[in-house]
């Protein structure tokens, strides 16, 4: 199936093909990052700590196919599934779309660039350490604070 022109700007989620869902992530890994949720009141920290398939420079997955296999809890979402995600970043393009909201600029199906989402700071990419090399009892020291940029009014 073909791509369908501006799909990221008018279609919902439930209508997009396969090549359309895979096209709209941005490619930030910030799914791809250890996420802790506070005990006490539900709070998500986001750690600067990727599974261990996350290319860090590239922020794509190694083992894209293969991923739930070789990562048993890395979680394969759909459109039906997406609201539900309260751990999605605010940025991400399936949160933006799931809510009715347009893309950022710095996505590159708007940018025409996939390297806009590493120059605005969005992505892991020189935030991140691959948790091969952090001991399980120390992710927690890993939590980051992430800053959003404000969206352009454009």
């Known amino acids: 199936m073909a791509m369908r022109p501006d799909f990221w700007r008018t279609l919902p989620l439930a209508e997009l093909n396969a090549q359309e869902w895979e096209a709209l992530c941005d490619g930030c890994a910030q799914c791809c990052t250890i996420k802790l949720e506070d005990e006490d009141d539900g709070s998500i920290g986001y750690t600067g700590v990727t599974c ?3 290319n860090l420079d590239t922020c794509r997955c190694t083992a894209y196919s293969q991923r739930h296999q070789r990562v048993p809890d890395c979680i394969e979402f759909g459109s039906d599934l997406v609201a ?8 991400c393009a399936y949160r933006l779309r ?4 347009p893309l950022e600029w710095w ?3 708007n940018s025409g660039d996939p390297e806009t989402v590493h120059a605005a700071g969005i992505s892991v990419r020189g935030h991140a350490i691959s948790e091969e090399y952090v001991h399980g009892d120390d992710i927690e020291a890993h939590v980051l604070h992430w800053v959003t940029p404000t969206r352009s009014t454009d």
């Not at 539900?84 to 940025?91: D, I, Q, S």
């Not at 799931?98 to 909201?101: F, H, I, K, L, M």
């Open 107 to 109: 996505h590159y199906l």
């Open 84 to 91: 539900g995600l309260a751990w999605l970043p605010a940025t």
């Open 98 to 101: 799931s809510e009715g909201r």
């Open 52 to 54: 261990r398939l996350l």
